[in-house]
């Protein structure tokens, strides 16, 4: 079998449909995918009637944003949670709410420098998506100001970059308290990504660890080959699961479906873990 356990629709930052996204991953040869879009559960009902047509199990699941004390950004992949869940939902809408506000403050001020309104970024945004960077990222490329997403989150969209804002997001202890009391499997999402910004040190796993969490995404692009030995080390000391993803965004990124995959052992140990919702085939 073959298992991508990490993808994006529309609903957040891809630009595939979540049915969309069935799609491409039947063409892409998987057995199993999960839908893995930041902070919300939405496009849950339709990837799974996708999948229910297309005969592919569909995985459904969410990237939580998390923040830790010292200001680095930590991803938390959230497996098979009971999506009403009110803790879960609340923090989430929480986070949401203030990635608008975020974006609307970044839009003011790219705007000083560049020919970009917030209709233009709206262009780029699903009905009932949580606008982010990469739907800004869209509307620079489309006004000609960067050629696509990679170079506007590499210059202009830079954490570094003075038009950067900060959102209010959970601690990541919490959010993997919050993900078991929904019912879900809590995985951190490529950990050890340091091309994507500051990594997080030993305190952060330990905390991590110790509320709950249960897997670790070690096979993923963005994870060095050193990175993933150390990966490999923690789960065996601490009984983790090992996950492998492409965190796929359709046209988004260059990542590929199936480029990299999670062990069917591993799906099968996700779902006898969960209690809040079941993989659908």
């Known amino acids: 079998m073959r298992i991508d356990l990490h993808a994006h629709s529309n609903v957040s930052d891809g630009t595939e449909t979540p049915a969309g996204v069935i799609i491409s991953a039947v063409s892409a040869g998987l057995d199993a995918v999960a839908l893995t879009d930041h902070d919300s559960t939405d496009g849950w009902e339709l990837a799974a009637a996708a999948a229910r047509e297309h005969g592919i199990a569909f995985v459904p699941g969410m990237e939580i944003s998390c923040r830790t004390e010292q200001g680095i950004s930590v991803h938390l992949l959230s497996y098979l949670h009971d999506p009403a869940h009110p803790g879960l939902l609340e923090e989430i809408t929480k986070s949401k709410d203030a990635r608008l506000t975020r974006a609307e403050h970044m839009v003011t001020l790219l705007s000083e420098d560049y020919p970009l309104t917030w209709d233009d970024v709206i262009h780029h945004v699903a009905p009932g998506a949580t606008v982010g960077r990469p739907h800004i990222a869209d509307a620079l490329v489309a006004a000609g100001v960067v050629a696509d997403r990679t170079e506007a989150f590499t210059s202009i969209l830079t954490s570094h970059s003075r038009y950067f804002v900060q959102?209010?997001?959970?601690?990541?202890?919490v959010a993997v308290e919050l993900v078991r009391a929904a019912g879900g499997v809590p995985v951190f999402a490529h950990p050890v990504a340091s091309s994507r910004g500051r990594i997080v040190g030993e305190r952060t796993y330990r905390d991590m660890i110790d509320a709950g969490l249960l897997g670790l995404e070690v096979e993923h692009r963005d994870n060095p080959e050193e990175g993933r030995t150390f990966l490999r080390g923690l789960a065996a000391e601490h009984g983790l699961l090992m996950t492998g993803s492409s965190d796929y965004h359709g046209?988004?990124?260059?990542?590929?479906?199936?480029?990299?995959?999670?062990?069917p052992e591993v799906l099968a140990r996700i779902e006898e873990l969960a209690t809040g919702s079941t993989v659908i085939r």
């Open 251 to 263: 046209a988004g990124k260059p990542n590929l479906l199936g480029e990299n995959t999670t062990s």
């Open 167 to 173: 959102h209010y997001a959970p601690n990541p202890a």
